[in-house]
Nanobody
């Protein structure tokens, strides 16, 4: 069974930084695109960034220039470095990944979510 486990959320003042991590574990043949979403209270889940296997990276306009996504393929881990945080970045952050598990079809998996709170 594949799991995505996130870590690194917390409370930070505006202008501060946080780094989120998300590690895929289980019987994995390969990991494809990995990325991050977030969901603020009362709002729909919002795409933040994607890092494809080939190195192609894309960001939402709302975070471009402040957030950096990276991945360590050997560890099946994706990171989100968040700088210059704003109160409007407050949300639950979710990682996702396309994973090819052993003996099962390629599927999209989600982490459990980690809370990021930015105080003004």
């Amino acid at each position: 069974q594949v799991q995505l486990v996130e870590s690194g959320g917390g409370l930070v003042q505006a202008g501060g930084s946080l780094r989120l991590s998300c590690a895929a574990s289980g019987s994995i043949v390969s990991v494809g695109a990995m990325g991050w979403y977030r969901q603020a209270p009362g709002k729909q889940r919002e795409w933040i960034a994607t890092h494809n296997v080939g190195g192609n990276i894309n960001y939402a306009d709302s975070v471009r220039g402040r957030f950096t996504i990276s991945r360590d393929n050997a560890k099946a881990t994706v990171y989100l470095q968040m700088n210059s945080l704003k109160p409007e970045d407050t949300a639950v952050y979710y990682c996702n990944a396309y994973v090819d598990p052993l003996g099962a079809p390629l599927s999209r998996y989600w982490g459990q979510g980690t809370q990021v709170t930015v105080s003004s």
